[in-house]
């Protein structure tokens, strides 16, 4: 069965180090979106992304965010510069050909900053 | 804010007791999914159900909807030790760019 896959696993980095969160959402999949989950809270959205440009962002995703799809199956997330509330499990998740289908989530990157 | 907010926050049961779970949200939609979430995993999407549907079925799981009162839930009958698990509704923002989370229901279900 197709899946999301999301790499690493676990990353730690220091306070002010740039990061970058791979993912592979699924072959025939058009939309790509970016989550964010603080340790016990919710789900939170960061953006969305289609035909190569951002088709949504929340207030979180500001300007030491960026995404990119470098090629025909990587999604990527950057944090340029992390600071220690950045400290989450973050999720990559895809849909496909039309909105408002389900999204396939990833396994999650747990990203810690110290 | 279109955030489903789901209710309870935490719900403990036996194996075998059927589960509900309830989820409000604030503005139209045009669907509502469910997902569950397993401690430190992603999430798996459960079910999906569309603004002009009242019922949907996916085995032991039965989701609602009742747009006038802009509430969901979502059951699981005959629980198994397995369905331990934290549950999410989430609807799309007004552009359907995105999906919205609510806070969910952790479930405890115990042998």
């Known amino acids: 069965e197709p899946e999301v896959t999301q790499t690493p696993s676990h990353q730690v980095t220091q306070m002010g180090q740039e990061v970058i969160l791979r993912c592979v959402p699924i072959?025939?999949?058009?939309?790509f979106y970016w989550y964010r989950q603080i340790l016990g809270q919710k789900v939170e959205f960061l953006v969305s992304?289609?035909?190569?440009?951002?088709?949504?962002k929340s207030e979180i995703f500001d300007d030491q965010f960026s995404v990119e799809r470098p090629d025909g199956s990587n999604f990527t997330l950057k944090i340029r510069s992390t600071k220690l509330e950045d400290s989450a499990m973050y999720f990559c998740?895809?849909?496909?050909?039309?909105?408002?289908?389900?999204?396939?989530f990833g396994q999650g990157t747990r990203l810690t900053v110290v | 804010s279109q955030q489903g907010e789901e209710d309870p926050q935490a719900l403990s049961i036996q194996e075998g007791e059927n589960a509900t779970m309830n989820c409000s949200y604030k503005?139209?939609?045009?669907?509502l999914q469910w997902y569950r979430q397993n401690s430190g995993r992603g999430l798996v999407h459960l079910i999906l159900?569309?603004?002009?549907?009242r019922e949907k079925h996916s085995g032991r799981l039965r989701v609602t909807l009742d747009t006038s009162k802009k509430s969901s839930s979502l059951l699981i009958t005959a629980s198994r030790a397995a369905d331990t698990a934290s549950y999410f509704c989430?609807?799309?923002?007004?552009?359907?760019?995105?999906?919205?989370f609510g806070k969910g229901t952790t479930l405890s279900v115990s042998s």
């Open positions: 998740a895809s849909s496909g050909d039309r909105r408002g289908t389900e999204a396939f």
């Open positions: 072959s025939n999949h058009l939309y």
């Open positions: 992304f289609y035909n190569n440009e951002i088709s949504e």
């Open positions: 503005t139209s939609i045009n669907n």
């Open positions: 159900i569309r603004s002009n549907e």
């Open positions: 989430a609807t799309d923002n007004q552009a359907g760019t995105a999906l919205i």
